[in-house]
DNA sequence: GTAAAACCTGACGTGGATGTGAGAGACAAG
DNA sequence: CTTGTCTCTCACATCCACGTCAGGTTTTAC
C-alpha cells in the first residue's frame, strides 16, 4: 500500500508517517518512482507508535525502544530501558487517577446539592 | 511568601509561576514595590494546577475549569465540562494502560527465556 | 496520450509551556 | 549607605510533532 491508504487506514496523516519515517521509527520500500510502499504490518507499526506518543514518550525514546519491541536488540541496557519507561507509565497513570479524583470529587459536589450549589467544602480538592 | 519561595516548594520554576499568572489560573498580592506575595494555600493550588496540566490539559481549559473547582460557578454549562474532561482523562488511562501492558508482554519476553532470546512470538504485541 | 489524483522533497509556520538574557528596581543584612 | 540577592517587565529563543504551501514528478484512469 502506498502513503495515502496506510493514512487512511490508520487515521494518521501522511505528513506525520513521513515525520515518523525521518526519525527513524518507520521504514519503507521505493518503487522505481521514489514512492514509498508499505507492508500490512505497517499498520500494526503506527499503532503501536501511536500508542508510544500518546504516552508521553518521546520519538527519541520510541526510537531507543522500538529496537527491543522488535527483539533484535535485548541487552541489559535495553531492559533497563524498558522498565524505567514502564515506571513512567504506570507513574503517569497514578497522577491521571489522581487528576480524575479531584475531578470526581467536584463533579459530586456540584451535582447532588439542590440547584445552585453555591458552595462547596474547600477541602474537597485538598485531601 | 514570595515567588521564589513558592518556586522551590512546590518544584516548579519562577517563569512557569510568572505563566500561570499571565494565564489567570494563579494570582498574588503585590508588595508597594510590585514584588508578588503568595499566601500558604498557593502551594496548593499550584499542585492542582500542575496535576492538570500533567493530565494534558491545556491552560485555557484549566482556567474554565478553575472556577468550578473554585465552587464559585455552577452552570449545566460548567458541568457538562467537567464530565467531558473526567472522560478525556479516563480515556487516556485506558490508553497508557495499554501502552503498559504492551511494555509488560515486550519486558516478559526479554526477560524470562535463556539468555541471548534473540526472537519472540511476533504476536506478544499483536492482541 | 492526456488529465486528474497522488506523491515527492524541501522549507517555513504553529502552538504551548517554558528557558534565557537584558536592564532596572526592591529589599534584607552589615 | 552599600552590597548582594531577589524580583520586576519586556522580549526573543527553544523544543517537538506535526500543518501547510510551493514547485515538480509519478501513477492511475479514461
Redesign the interface.
Known sequence: MRIGALATTTGVSVRALRYYEEQGLLTAARSSGGQRHYGDSAV?RVH?IQ??Y??GLSSRTILDLLP??D??V?TPE??AL??A??AR??E??N??????D???A??A???SPAS?????E?TA??P
Do not use: F, M
Request: one cysteine or more.
Open positions: 500494526e503501536l500508542t508510544l500518546a504516552s527491543c519491541v527483539a533484535k535485548n535495553s531492559r524498558l522498565r519507561e514502564r507509565i504506570d503517569q497513570i497522577q491521571l487517577r489522581d487528576a480524575r479531584r475531578l470526581d467536584v463533579i459536589a456540584s451535582e445552585g450549589c453555591a458552595h462547596v474547600s480538592l485538598v
